[in-house]
C-alpha cells in the first residue's frame, strides 16, 4: 500500500495522491502530516546490508565470467543473458539505493470537517484521469487477481501506473528518455558479447545475431524517427498524410520488433544448452575463495 491513507471516521478512506495532500491542507480538511526521513526508512525491508549482499552476489557472478574470458574458458549464451540482468541490476540499485523498499503501511492523515464529505474534494474526479494502463488494469487484470483472493481495493492502493500530479520539467523528462534508452541500449548490447559463441545450428546463430542487434538498436532508432517527423512537419508536404502513416507504422513496429527479439533470445539461451563444448563445465578454482552466497 504506503503513501498517505485518508482515514474518516477512524476507517481507512482512499489513497492520497500528493496533490490531494495539498489541496486538503490548504482547505483545512486535514492537518499537516508529520513523517520524518528516519521514519521512512525505518519501515523500508531493505537496507544497506540485505542490498550488499546481492551486490556481493552479482559482483562474484561477473567476477566468474570475466576469469573465464582471461583463461580462454566457454562461456554459454544463458551466462550472457545472466550478465545483461547483472549489469542492470547495478544500475538499478545505484538509483535505488535510497528508496524504501516494499513500505505495506500507509502513513495515516484524519479528516477534520464535519460538514462537508471527502469525496466533495476527491473521487469522483480520479475516475476521468485514468490512463490506458490503468483501465486496462481494473478492467482486466484486478478482477482477475480479486479471484484469487489477494487484492485490495482500487482507492487504498498506491497506483502502480502513476506518479502521482509531480510536474517535471522538460529537461528532466528528456533526461528520464534518455537514460531508458541508454539502459535499454546497454541491456541490447551486451547479448552482442555471443557474437562468436558457438551455436548448435547455423539458423541459431543467425537467429542470435539478429535478435542482438533488434534489441540494441531499435531503442535509439525509434527517437530518431519520432525527431525526423517532427522535422518534416516544418514542411509544406502535399502528402503529408501519406507520410505520417508511414511513420506511424514505423512507430508502432519498433516495439513489436524488440519484444519479438527479446523472446527469441530468451529462448536460444535455453536451447543452446543442449550441446555445449566441455570448455564449459571448466571452472577457475580460485573464485571459489571469494566470498559469496
Known sequence: MGGFMLYKDRKPYHTLQPKHVLELICKGCINVPTLTEKQIHDKSKGNAISKGL?????????????????YHLKITQLEVGTLTFAVLNFLTYAVWWNKPLNWQCPHPVYWKLTESMPEHYIGAAEEEEFTGLQRMWSTFIFPIVELMGDATPR?????????????????????????GLLMATIFGSVHCMAWFFAFPTYYEQVLWHTSAIAITSTPCVEPCVLYVEDILEDFDISNWLYVTRIFSSAILIFPI??????????VLMFTTLRNLPPDVYQVVSWTALVPHL
Open 257 to 266: 520488433v524488440y519484444i519479438t527479439g527479446r523472446g527469441i533470445l530468451l
Open 54 to 70: 546481492i551486490i556481493l552476489q552479482v559482483t562474484w557472478f561477473v567476477m566468474q565470467l570475466v576469469t573465464c574470458v582471461i
Open 155 to 179: 482507492k487504498l492502493r498506491v497506483q502502480t501506473f502513476h506518479c502521482g500530479s509531480i510536474k517535471l520539467e522538460d529537461l528532466d523528462v528528456t533526461i528520464l528518455a534518455a537514460a
